[in-house]
């Protein structure tokens, strides 16, 4: 069954967080110029239009990333980000907004490598047809991203961000997320593994980063950024978070910037927050 689709939450608050957090760690590989790979477990279908049916019908995108278009006072490591976005959105209004695969597209370099699963076969197409025109540097396969991550690692290049973003529809995709890290973590420990997860009432939910945390990386970042007060009758999503095996040592720093400015910017009730915690050797 897979009935999410992306277009619907394209640019929203969660897609703010993580994206911003994946420019960061990829611009931080490309400090050194011995190339990495970017692995994308659910990649989505890679761009999204704002005025689709899709995305006009729920306008998340409103709450999100149109709350930070067209600011003049974001904070400078924001920025790169935004300039990402802008890269799809050349006119400057925001027409397009660009998933994790087009993102990270923006910091691909001739010697890096891109390798995107994605399951939803009309999303998938898309995917084939954004990245038509680099079928040397970006590989798409229709599968089960949690097992295709293990085919792929360790990768060649010895050096990999790893994106893991499944929809959390069904409660498996809580303990494949853990087991996957696990075992991902044995194949490969010098990777980067970001998981993205939802902030909801649900135990599997507010388990997920104890149950990652257990995993017991040496080096390891987990921030969350609260919306609003959790609904009364505990439904719907307030918030989400993103734990990241092997973080860069510099995040921590740039999150101290920039998350009480996005609290400010993304916020809707005084429950509005973040947390951040972390260690790295
Ligand atoms: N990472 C994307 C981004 O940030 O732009 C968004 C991904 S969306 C949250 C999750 C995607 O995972 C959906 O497009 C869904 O079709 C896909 N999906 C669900 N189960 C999957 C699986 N087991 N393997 C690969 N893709 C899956």
Redesign the pocket.
């Known amino acids: 069954m ?1 009935s ?3 277009a619907f ?2 640019g929203n608050h969660a ?1 703010v967080l ?2 911003f957090v ?1 420019i960061e760690l990829l611009r931080y590989f490309n400090r050194k110029d011995k190339p990495w790979w970017y692995i ?7 761009c999204y239009a704002l005025d689709s049916e899709q995305a006009g019908k729920t306008a998340e995108f409103a709450g999100g990333i149109g709350r930070l278009w067209g600011r003049d006072d974001l904070p400078e490591a924001l920025r790169a980000y935004i300039d990402a976005v802008a890269q799809f959105n050349p006119h400057g209004r925001l027409t397009f907004y ?6 990270a597209m923006t910091q691909l370099r001739e010697q890096d490598r891109m390798r995107l ?4 076969p009309a ?1 998938v197409s898309l995917l084939e047809q954004t990245f038509a025109r680099d079928t040397d540097r970006v590989l798409i396969r229709k ?6 991550l293990r085919g792929l690692l360790p990768p060649a290049a010895r050096r990999a961000v790893v ?1 893991i ?3 959390y ?1 069904v409660k498996e ?1 809580y303990r ?1 997320v853990v087991d996957t890290v696990a075992d991902a973590m044995k194949r490969f420990p010098a990777g980067t593994y970001a998981v ?1 997860y939802p902030m909801l009432a649900r135990p599997e939910a507010r388990q997920l980063p104890e149950r990652l945390a257990d995993l017991g990386a040496e080096s390891w970042l987990d921030v969350r950024l609260a919306l609003r007060k959790p609904a009364r009758d505990g439904f719907g999503m307030f918030g989400s978070g993103l734990y990241i095996v092997n973080p860069p040592w510099v995040l921590p720093q740039t999150l101290e910037a920039v998350m009480p400015w996005l609290v400010r910017a993304l916020g809707e009730d005084e429950d509005a927050g973040f947390d951040l915690e972390h260690h790295i050797e």
């Open positions: 897979l999410y689709r992306h939450h394209a897609d993580k994206h994946l994308d477990t659910h990649a989505g279908a890679g660009p998933g994790s695969p087009a993102l699963f994605e399951l939803h999303d599968a089960d991203g949690f097992a295709g994106l973003d499944p929809p529809e995709d494949r993205w």
